[in-house]
């Protein structure tokens, strides 16, 4: 369980560093082109790593990625819409606490039984994720749907990536990679479409954000620390704490924007910091 948790810290780092470079570029550019540049990169890197270790995939593990990547790349995209709305005081918690509470009702069914301190795991997390990844002021309102949206696709993919299992070494990862580009390959389309209906700037007139290829690199790195947690630990825990995410975007938020972090962010880290720790004891 410790390399578990190492495994998925990692992975929480990675994506909240992939989110915070992401934001900030949806905010100049397109959220749709800034998801598909990076997922192009991420697809390199995922197809890359599963040919150097070059296990066979099985037509199961192949499927349950392809899944996973639909998932994560509708979440990517409800995230990033969010985002270029400054709506992340409410579509950054709504994604975070769904990733990380939709997979515990998944791991209840499937038979895990939880230790008492993996239970004040998940009841410090939950809250401290949410309160984290709050930000005053902004569109709040707005943010819901997308929140929500990307909860269940960033859930999705942690399932899916779980259920894919281990033996197929990391062709499910590349699966997911590969399949999440022509989700968002399709919906760039439409999005280009619809604005040429409408009258509005084309999203392929503007000059593309390649620093969203960054992105891709962080990402998949994460999605391959999270899949290699679940392969140590419960998919539950993994997935907890791979979506104490925002605070590490926070944290990046403070030292590269200098934003201040206030008193609700100083509780929610706590609560974070304290819910690692009970689950690494436990």
Known sequence: MPMAILFALAAAALYGASDFLGGLLSRRAHYGLVGLIGQCAAAAGGLTAALAVGTHATPSAIAWGM??????????????????????NVAGPLSAVGAAGLPIPVDLLSGHEFTPLALLGLGLAIPGIWLVST??????????????????????????????????GLWPVAASQLSAVVVLAAALAVFALAGRRSGADNVFTRRPPWAALWTGVLGVGATLLYFLATSQGTLSVSAVITSLYPAFTVALAAVVLRERTNLVHAVGLLLCAVSVGAFAAG
Do not use: K, N
């Open 135 to 168: 930000q005053s002021g902004g569109q709040g309102s707005g943010g819901v749907g997308p929140g929500l949206l990307a909860g269940l696709g960033f859930a999705a993919l942690f399932i899916c990536l779980d259920r894919a299992g281990d033996e197929a």
């Open 67 to 88: 899944a996973a990547g639909i998932g994560g790349a509708i979440g990517t995209l409800a995230l990033y819409r969010g985002l270029s709305r400054g709506q992340m």
